[in-house]
């Protein structure tokens, strides 16, 4: 019996969420000043737990909140340089690191080239480029930082990764970080979550089950809303939208 098969229901979570910790420690420590980028600003849950999972685990391990914060079009470099002058620059983990969410990526790019004097670590993401000159360009602003730490969190992004010259790890997706969350009561037999933006996959729209709720979670207020869960979500207002320095 291999590992994985003696894991099961909040154990998964548990072990992903110690990688996690492994992973974190590595660039920071208690009382460690540091900032993190590219805020969610947009209407995607996921995106909103891995942002929840980063700062949850930044914050246990360092015992402080981040001195910037910014989303990937309000960045202000002498607010940055003043507000963190100094400690590792974390950027925000999930699937846009390619060509299907450019600016996203545009960004990455801009700091990798600006700020060569910073450590800087790309927490997980996955990797997806449709042209062949994107990941040339890409690797060619990691080349030329040198302390650029880059994590992917599946298989095929790792196999893309490999090809840049920078430290790469395969690493858990950050939302493990916020834990085993607890569940409401099932409102439907079958929820089936269709992708419809960029990152759908081709033929994926296969036949639907009779009576199965079918939704994209790109939709503020379409996911139900149990009490539990709205007490983790509802964080997500404490946290600025604009370049910030925080405290």
């Not at 990688?19 to 947009?42: E, I, K, N, S, T």
Request: include cysteine; hydrophobic fraction near 45%.
């Amino acid at each position: 019996m291999t590992v994985s098969a003696r894991i099961q229901g909040d154990d998964v979570v548990a072990v992903q969420q110690a990688a996690l910790a492994g992973l974190y420690r590595q660039h920071v420590g208690p009382g460690d000043r540091y900032a993190l980028l590219d805020f969610p600003d947009h209407a995607n849950v996921g995106d909103s737990a891995i942002w929840l999972g980063e700062i949850a685990m930044l914050r246990a391990i360092t015992g402080r909140d981040p001195d910037y914060v910014c989303t990937w079009d309000a960045f202000d470099a002498d607010a940055f340089r003043r507000d963190s002058p100094a400690g590792v620059v974390f950027l925000h983990g999930g699937g846009n690191l390619g060509d299907i969410w450019p600016h996203h990526q545009r960004f990455r790019e801009a700091m990798l080239a600006e700020f060569r004097d910073r450590t800087i670590v790309q927490l997980p993401q996955s990797i997806h480029f449709r042209a062949g000159e994107g990941l040339d360009r890409f690797a060619a602003c990691v080349a030329g930082h040198p302390d650029f730490h880059l994590y992917v969190r599946d298989a095929q992004s790792l196999a893309l990764a490999q090809r840049l010259s920078c430290p790469v790890a395969l690493a858990p997706d950050s939302a493990f970080a916020l834990g085993a969350q607890p569940r409401g009561p099932a409102d439907c037999d079958v929820l089936m979550l269709m992708r419809t933006d960029d990152e759908r996959v081709a033929g994926d729209r296969g036949p639907v089950p009779k009576g199965a709720v079918v939704l994209d979670w790109l939709e503020d207020g379409v996911l139900p809303a149990w009490e539990a869960g709205c007490r983790v979500l509802l964080t997500m207002s404490d946290w600025p939208v604009r370049g910030s320095r925080v405290g």
